[in-house]
């Protein structure tokens, strides 16, 4: 049966349940990204435990605890000090070893998982019968996603327009589409509808597994219109909109570890470091956001199951607030002004 690349996973491979769990994952179906995402989670949390002589089948909570202390870059005994994680990436370690000790206490190996859960819902009691950890081991900390200024999105846009036919369309339609790495790399020749300048996205490719339709300016159309004619004239049989353009992997489907790489290298031309092919989906949102769309139509658009996900873009927007302001305390502010600056 098709199972996970163990050598990319060293200290899963030595651990029976824990190749029996990701290959179950495999069989069920979830995605490549995610089922690497636990391996990756898991084989650290393996490390760790070899290293400082933790049996990990039979981890308590303490123990556990310096597993997240050794994450957020503190000394833990047998190991040199690591630079600490981010939030998002200590809570995707914790998924993944939560995860995998269900696994333990579904197989009747151990009886009780040591890694407790937080309030999964707004006004349940914990989830955990430890009530310390209402919110799970970890606080999650929400930061907002940097957005470039005007000045700085017209640099880019400069930038972009020197490179090539094949990137400058793949950027566009990441911004237009508001599109995930993965929804951009694996877009189809057949996903495009240019009669009506749409863009399908497949269930599989998305990350909330649902397929949408988003769409792209009329300026593309000429650009793509050419680029389409010499993409089905190309001697390959992938059905991929956007190939390799490399001596390595040439006319193989790009793999979204290249698109990262070129937008990085297209922003470090226009002095952005911040920039990433994230930004573009924020950036397009956040747009649609202050043109005065709703949230569910951006929801919608976006591809959010859950439209709490969606006003994060409202926030960044500025215009709620603003209008709630105008609406409330517009005339008291104008008062403080004229009196402190004139006018």
């Known amino acids: 049966m098709p199972v996970p690349d163990w050598t990319r996973y060293p200290q899963v491979s030595e651990n029976k349940q824990g190749c029996l769990w990701l290959s179950l994952l495999d069989n069920l179906g979830r995605s490549p990204a995610t089922i690497d995402a636990y391996a990756r989670g898991l084989d650290q949390y393996l490390f760790f435990c070899t290293a400082v002589g933790i049996p990990a089948e039979a981890a308590t909570l303490a123990q556990v605890s310096l597993f997240v202390r050794y994450l957020r870059g503190e000394a833990v005994p047998l190991l040199s000090v690591r630079p600490p994680v981010s939030n998002a990436t200590l809570h995707q370690r914790l998924s993944a070893i939560r995860l995998w000790y269900d696994h333990l206490v579904f197989e009747g190996i ?15 009691g914990p989830l955990s019968e430890h009530v310390g950890f209402r919110y799970g081991l970890v606080r999650r900390s929400k930061l907002l996603p940097h957005l470039p200024s005007d ?36 877009l189809r020749v057949s996903d495009i509808d240019p009669a009506r300048r749409l863009l399908t996205i497949r269930a ?36 991929a909109l956007f190939l390799s353009e490399s001596d390595r992997n040439f006319r193989q489907p790009i793999t979204k570890w290249s698109w990262s790489k070129t937008v990085r290298r297209l922003a470090l031309q226009a002095d952005m470091p911040l920039f990433s092919t994230h930004t573009l989906r924020h950036l397009r949102l956040t747009h649609l ?37 105008a609406n409330s305390v517009e005339q008291m502010d104008m008062k403080l002004g004229n009196r402190v600056f004139g006018g």
């Open 289 to 325: 956001a202050r043109a005065g769309w709703c949230l569910h139509d951006i929801a919608t658009y976006a591809g959010h199951r859950n439209v709490q996900s969606t006003t994060l873009y409202i926030h960044l927007s500025g215009e709620d607030l603003l209008r709630k302001i």
């Open 110 to 124: 151990i009886h009780r998982n040591p890694v407790p859960r937080g309030q999964a819902v707004a006004g349940r």
């Open 151 to 186: 000045p700085e999105w017209g640099r880019l846009q400069e930038v972009v327009a020197q490179d090539t036919v094949r990137n400058r369309l793949m950027f566009a339609l990441a911004y237009y589409g508001a599109l995930r790495r993965e929804e951009l790399v694996n």
């Open 204 to 239: 599989e490719t998305s990350k909330s597994a649902r397929p949408r339709v988003v769409c792209y300016s009329a300026v593309l159309c000429p650009v793509l219109a050419v680029y389409l004619h010499r993409r089905r004239n190309a001697a390959t049989h992938s059905a």
